[in-house]
């Protein structure tokens, strides 16, 4: 089992930038890739990053590309989100997600809000 708590969701201005954070706790030894998914009102859960959690490898969503970096800090089992230059189409929930011997965790999710 693994446990997910994401967290620095918040309200901010277009063109501004927030850093969201996902602890993972439980068997995160075998952990072999976290990443973040977002979820708009009304809209389906789609892929937003992803982190190759051994090699260190990236993989972006074009509609983030450049403006949000995912990072990792292994010693604290920690996964982050960094959106800089955010606009108001990337409100959403933004989830945490980690695959862990072939199963799929998910966080509660931390809610994104941009104003225009």
């Known amino acids: 089992q693994v446990q997910l708590v994401e967290s620095g969701g918040g309200l901010v201005q277009a063109g501004g930038s927030l850093r969201l954070s996902c602890v993972a706790s439980?068997?995160?030894?075998?952990?072999?890739?976290m990443g973040w998914f977002r979820q708009a009102p009304g809209k389906a859960r789609d892929f937003v990053a992803t982190?190759?959690?051994?090699?260190?490898?990236?993989n972006y969503a074009d509609s983030v590309k450049d403006r949000f970096t995912i990072s990792r800090d292994n010693a604290k089992n920690t996964v982050y989100l960094q959106m800089n230059s955010l606009r108001p189409e990337d409100t959403a929930v933004y989830y945490c997600?980690?695959?862990?011997?072939?199963?799929?965790?998910w966080g509660n999710g931390t809610l994104v809000t941009v104003s225009s």
């Open positions: 982190m190759n959690w051994r090699l260190g490898s990236t």
């Open positions: 439980g068997r995160t030894f075998s952990i072999s890739n």
């Open positions: 997600r980690a695959y862990n011997l072939g199963l799929t965790y």
